[in-house]
């Protein structure tokens, strides 16, 4: 079985400020991560995903997560935040497994401030 | 392409009602789900199909049915609704690798 724990339902950040969204997971195989955006009265969109390779991986926006498996952690970050950044985020994991499904994380709705 | 598209976008029904939603892609996708949205519980997965004429029960089946008779169609039928259906319901859909979902743009229903 697999699950995700986001750590803090919302976060608030000032514009340029950095952004820091906790993501743990758990998977008894190796994960796949992947952390979605989802802006208001919208679907989500992928914002990047890590399966194999470099463990620091760049999304759009300016977004990057780093996996570290150590920590069973994929932390989305991003250096200077902009008041288009405000939506909520959800990290979700899944396995290599084809008929593997995705678990997702509560979420964490980010709010920016001028 | 038009991706993942959900019909309808809003929907409101009195207990008991029955209804379809309608999700299709036309990315020739094998993999197709249906999910829930509920304020502080993310998205929670209600049933998917791994391939036309498949379905399977995700977290939360209860209350649901789900039919895929053609590829780019995923149906999610309600037999009778209950207050708590209330809900947003988005589709998504995937190739078989690099396993990432492609979501729809959600319908919001309302049970009263």
């Known amino acids: 079985a697999q699950s995700v724990t986001q750590l803090g339902s919302h976060v608030s950040v000032s514009e340029g400020a950095l952004v820091l969204l906790r993501c743990n997971y758990s998977?008894?195989?190796?994960?796949?991560l992947f952390w979605y955006v989802q802006y208001p009265n919208q679907g989500l969109q992928l914002l990047l995903k890590?399966?194999?390779?470099?463990?620091l991986v760049k999304g759009i926006n300016g977004f990057e997560a780093e996996f570290k498996k150590s920590e069973t952690s994929f932390h989305l970050t991003n250096p200077s935040a902009h008041m288009s950044d405000a939506a909520a985020y959800f990290c979700?994991?899944?396995?290599?497994?084809?008929?593997?499904?995705?678990?997702f994380g509560k979420g964490t709705m980010l709010l920016v401030s001028p | 392409n038009a991706g993942v598209t959900q019909t309808p976008k809003f929907r409101v029904l009195k207990t008991g009602q029955s209804m379809t939603l309608l999700c299709a892609q036309d990315?020739?996708?094998?993999?197709m789900y249906w999910y829930r949205q509920d304020p502080g519980m993310g998205l929670r997965l209600i049933h998917y199909?791994?391939?036309?004429?498949?379905?399977a029960k995700g977290e939360v089946p209860d209350g649901y049915n789900v039919s895929r008779l053609k590829k780019q169609n995923f149906l999610l039928g309600l037999e009778s609704a209950a207050p708590s259906q209330t809900s947003v319901y988005f589709c998504?859909?995937?190739?078989?690798?690099?396993?990432?979902?492609?979501f729809g743009p959600g319908t919001r229903l309302t049970v009263t």
């Open positions: 990315m020739n996708h094998e993999y």
């Open positions: 979700a994991v899944t396995t290599n497994s084809g008929y593997s499904t995705l678990t």
């Open positions: 998977s008894s195989v190796p994960p796949y």
């Open positions: 199909s791994v391939g036309e004429g498949t379905t």
């Open positions: 890590y399966t194999t390779g470099a463990t």
């Open positions: 998504a859909s995937r190739p078989g690798q690099p396993y990432e979902q492609y």
